[in-house]
C-alpha cells in the first residue's frame, strides 16, 4: 500500500531531551516536507527536500533539523525541544514538488514539558 | 507572501444539502490549487489539484473552481452526508515558491 508512515504518532518528552520524528515513504516520491499545526494558525511548513541530500528552509524552522541520506526518508530532529514546539506534526511527499499531489503522514503529537 | 482564507471556519448542515466552502487567495501568481480533508487526529487526504490553467475539477459528489483572476476558488459538495464530516483545507502553490500556503480549514458538521 502507498503511504507515509510517521513515528512515534503520540511523544510526551521533557525540554531539553533531544528526539527524533521519523518519516518514510514507499512511493519513490522525491519531494518531502515537514509541516507543523497548531491551532489559529493552520499549516505552517519546517523543511522540505527536493532530493536526497537537498533540504531547505520553509517558514518556521528554527529550533529544528532535518536529514535527507536516503530517498525514502525524512527525519525530523529536535535538538533540544521547548514548549513552544508542542504541535501537531506532519510529514508530506509528492513525486516531484510542491505541484504535484501532496500525501500526508497520519500525524505525530508532541508534547514537550 | 501569499495570504489564504476560508470562509466560513465552521459550518453545520443537515444531511442532504448542498453546500459551497470558501477559499480566497492574496496573490493571483499561483500554479495550482489543493483541496485536502481532514479527519480529527489523522493527516491530511487530497481532495481535487486544479491546474492554474483551469477552472474546475470533478470527483464524484465534489467540485472545485478555481477563478485566479480574482483569487478564489469554492469547493462545492452534493447531497452532503454525515461521513462529509471533516475539516476541509484548501492549499496555494505560488510559481515562485516551493511550498504550499494553506487557509486554516472550514470545520464541516453534517447532521442526520
Known amino acids: 500500500e502507498a503511504q507515509v508512515t510517521q513515528n512515534p504518532r503520540y511523544l510526551i518528552t521533557v525540554t531539553g531531551k533531544k528526539l527524533t520524528v521519523t518519516c518514510s515513504q514507499n512511493?519513490?516520491?522525491?519531494?518531502m516536507s515537514w509541516y507543523r499545526q497548531d491551532p489559529g494558525l493552520g499549516l505552517r511548513q519546517i523543511y522540505y527536500s527536493m532530493n536526497v541530500e537537498v533540504t531547505d528552509k520553509g517558514d518556521v524552522p528554527e529550533g529544528y533539523k532535518v536529514s535527507r541520506k536516503e530517498k525514502r526518508n525524512f527525519p525530523l530532529i529536535l535538538e533540544s525541544p521547548s514548549p513552544n514546539q508542542t504541535s501537531l506534526y506532519f510529514c508530506?511527499?509528492?513525486?516531484?514538488?510542491?505541484?504535484?499531489?501532496?500525501?500526508f503522514g497520519p500525524g505525530t503529537r508532541l508534547t514537550v514539558l | 507572501k501569499q495570504e489564504v482564507t476560508q470562509i466560513p471556519a465552521a459550518l453545520s448542515v443537515p444531511e442532504g444539502e448542498n453546500l459551497v466552502l470558501n477559499c480566497s487567495f492574496t496573490d493571483s501568481a499561483i500554479y495550482n490549487l489543493q483541496w485536502f480533508r481532514q479527519d480529527p487526529g489523522k493527516g491530511l487526504t487530497s481532495l481535487l489539484l486544479?491546474?492554474?490553467?483551469?477552472r474546475e475539477q470533478t470527483s464524484g459528489r465534489l467540485n472545485a473552481s478555481l477563478d485566479k483572476s480574482s483569487g478564489r476558488s469554492t469547493l462545492y459538495i452534493a447531497a452532503s452526508q454525515p461521513g462529509d464530516s471533516a475539516t476541509y483545507l484548501c492549499?496555494?502553490?505560488?510559481?515562485?515558491?516551493?511550498?504550499?500556503?494553506f487557509g486554516k480549514g472550514t470545520s464541516l458538521l453534517v447532521t442526520p
Open positions: 486544479i491546474q492554474s490553467s483551469q
Open positions: 492549499a496555494v502553490t505560488s510559481n515562485s515558491g516551493y511550498a504550499l500556503n
Open positions: 508530506a511527499s509528492s513525486l516531484r514538488g510542491p505541484t504535484d499531489t501532496q500525501y
Open positions: 512511493m519513490n516520491h522525491e519531494y
